[in-house]
């Protein structure tokens, strides 16, 4: 026999919802949660929050530098956040392919948005993605008080650590990247990223040889640069003001890092300070996407309201971050306006990330393959891109592929 107590909220709950009252969620909202998984921790994930706060929808927020793994996860249990973030549209792709992602809607579409802030698939919709963020790469940052030289810098100046919370090896790709981007342009730098050059092919040969020819340079400086976590040491300032060294190919992100030191450091472009000393030939960039794993009118609303020019401004007032909408004004102070500037200059080829858009075993090789070669600088290169053409090779011939990851100058 049914307890009293619970017969009279049984009925309770039957009146209500014949009142069309909906029961709520944890925390004494009114309407469901809408579950957000993303990359941002701990003050990141603080100022993300805040700016989620102003929009007025309930939320429940999971931030881990392992977005991937633990989407990737949470997809295969059957139980995936309404909304993931991602640094990096490829994995995307792979959702999209699987018809797991929801289209985002008219107000929500990514369309206002040009290269390569929009990148495209074939026989991909094209309203399933859409950037949060973006992030200037093919940057050097230094100290104020020591400017960087006007040569291609020894391994010695560097500051590089390949240590991450999740997959590491990304910091080694950026130079892969900028190196390939510098040397071979961005025509030639979009048909690698998107599979149409081959690993072995001689501009990704060459802009490889190229690094491993600066690793092999300082044995040791290389050995310190695998152990060493890329953000620096936990409440420290930074590898730039922590780590004995002078130069730091990282994105516009990296101030993060710095803490109430980063007034004190600048960037220049990259292009003088590589291996080779070639010119500038385009920018590296990096954006985070998001795209719905779920059909609620909330998320949806709430994704739309997040891509909104009020929601832009006030994530780059309180964290600092960086906008693909070309209509949010440029953030003051002397760097921020020098950011914007490269990020908004359609003069000079934007280009997403390499790594972001390949398919997820590529991308995984693509790391290995910068690990092995920090581990064995000396050892040949093109055995190392033979084992990445390999898994290039084995992916499945209908596998999406993206287009439009370079911008065009105007």
Known sequence: MMAPARAALLLLCLALAAAGCGLAAPGGDEQPRVTILGPWTDNQEKQFKAVLDTLGTPYTYQGTAASREVLLAAVQAGDPPDIAILPGVGDLVEYAAEQRLYPLGA?????????????????????????LKTDLKSIVWYRKDSPPPAHPAPLASWCIGMGDDGASGWPGSDWIEDLILQTAGP??????????????????VNAWSLWAGLLAQDPDADGRSMRRDHRGRPGGHGLLFDGGCDLE??????????????????????????????????????????????????????????????????????????????????????????????????????????????????????????????????????????????????????????????????
């Not at 025509?187 to 990704?204: I, M, S």
């Open 107 to 131: 107000r929500g579409t990514a369309a206002k948005y040009g290269r390569p802030w929009q990148p495209e698939a074939r026989g991909i919709e094209a309203d399933l993605w859409v950037p």
């Open 187 to 204: 025509v030639l730098y979009e048909r690698w990223a998107t599979g149409a050059l081959k690993w072995t092919d001689g501009p990704v």
């Open 249 to 410: 190919h990282q994105g516009s992100f990296a101030r993060s890092f710095y803490g109430e030191r980063s007034g004190r450091a600048a960037f220049t472009d990259s292009a003088r300070l590589l291996p080779s000393g070639p010119t500038l030939k385009g920018r590296e960039v990096s954006a985070d996407f998001a795209a719905l794993f779920g059909g609620s009118a909330q998320a949806r609303d709430l994704l739309t309201r997040l891509t909104s020019r009020p929601a832009q401004e006030e994530w780059g007032r309180r964290a600092g971050v960086f906008s693909p909408d070309s209509d949010v004004p440029a953030r003051k102070g002397t760097v921020e306006k020098r950011i914007s500037g490269r990020l908004t200059d359609q003069r000079v080829p934007l280009c997403l990330d390499a790594s972001d858009v390949m398919p997820a075993a590529v991308r995984d090789a693509f790391y290995e393959a910068v690990l092995l070669t920090m581990a064995h600088p000396g050892a040949p290169v093109r055995d190392r891109l033979d084992d990445v053409q390999r898994v290039q090779n084995a992916q499945p011939a209908h596998t999406p592929r993206l287009t439009g990851v370079c911008s065009r100058p105007q």
